[in-house]
């Protein structure tokens, strides 16, 4: 029975994602800043420990007491949407510390077991704005972009030892905790001058064509953890789907 360590489990994606490994067989170990145990069905086969992608003690600890473990989903992010002009670079290196080096550092943290062992698939968790520009998200597509980079040079590096790299880029999800969690990460970034840029762009949002479900995520996860082929992208959700045929 295989097992995987899942960052960002409190809720969204992770959550999700980590119900449907579950539900299929596996082992889960489901990581969260502050676990909590009602959100995910009690089992053996479910194990919540507390992880903090941005504290390298925290990493160590959660990595050592998970122990050997066959497939690691970095999904733990934040988010920020607003004018590059108005964000500071406090809040883009708060981004970066848990969407990009946060990603870095748990890859880190288990390469060397995956190397010695010859075995292991490491499932990193983007984004659709990788696929496509999209106004008023510089900074977040600019820490989701270098995981991408990140994730297809060591995919060459790691297929050496038999170790797979791969990449999810889900769409836009309304039902997640995106906007919620960021909220105030975001304040004042949308300055007056920019507000009759912004607005349609936001009215878009609140009525989009089509949406990414957390369940759209965990499915393309778990696809891209079996796939034993040379393919990196998953795109997840039909939004994302549209956006990399049109690449």
């Keep these: 029975m295989k097992t995987v360590l899942i960052t960002g489990c409190s809720s969204g994606y992770g959550l999700e994602t980590a119900r449907h490994f579950h539900a299929q067989g596996w082992n889960v170990i489901a990581t969260m800043r502050a676990p909590r145990k009602d959100i ?70 288990v390469i060397p077991q995956f190397r010695a062992r010859r075995s292991g698939v490491i499932v990193n968790v983007t984004s659709s704005v990788t696929l496509a520009a999209m106004p008023l998200a510089g900074v ?38 995106f906007a919620a969690n960021g909220g105030q990460r975001m304040q004042g970034l949308i300055p007056d001058a920019y507000q009759p840029f912004a607005a349609p762009i936001f009215a878009a949002f609140a009525n989009p064509k089509a949406i990414t479900t957390e369940a759209d995520v965990a499915q393309a996860v778990f696809e891209a953890a079996h796939d034993t082929s040379g393919r990196l992208h998953f795109a997840a959700g039909a939004d994302a789907v549209a956006l990399a045929a049109a690449q």
Excluded at 86 to 109: D, K, Y
Excluded at 149 to 156: D, E, Q, R
Excluded at 161 to 173: I, Q, S, T
């Design 140 to 177: 977040y597509t600019a820490s989701k972009t270098a995981v991408e980079g990140l994730s297809g040079s060591v995919a060459f590096e790691l297929a050496a030892f038999n170790v797979r790299v791969k990449l999810v880029e889900p769409g836009y999800a309304p039902t997640t905790r």
């Design 40 to 109: 995910l069905p009690p089992s053996s086969r479910m194990r919540l420990l507390a992880l903090d992608v941005t504290d390298a003690g925290s990493i160590a600890a959660a990595i050592e007491a998970a122990g050997p473990i066959d497939v690691l989903v970095n999904n733990a992010g934040v988010g920020v949407v607003g004018a590059f002009e108005a964000t500071p670079l406090s809040t883009t290196r708060e981004v970066f510390e848990t969407n990009t080096f946060g990603v870095m550092s748990m890859m880190q943290a």
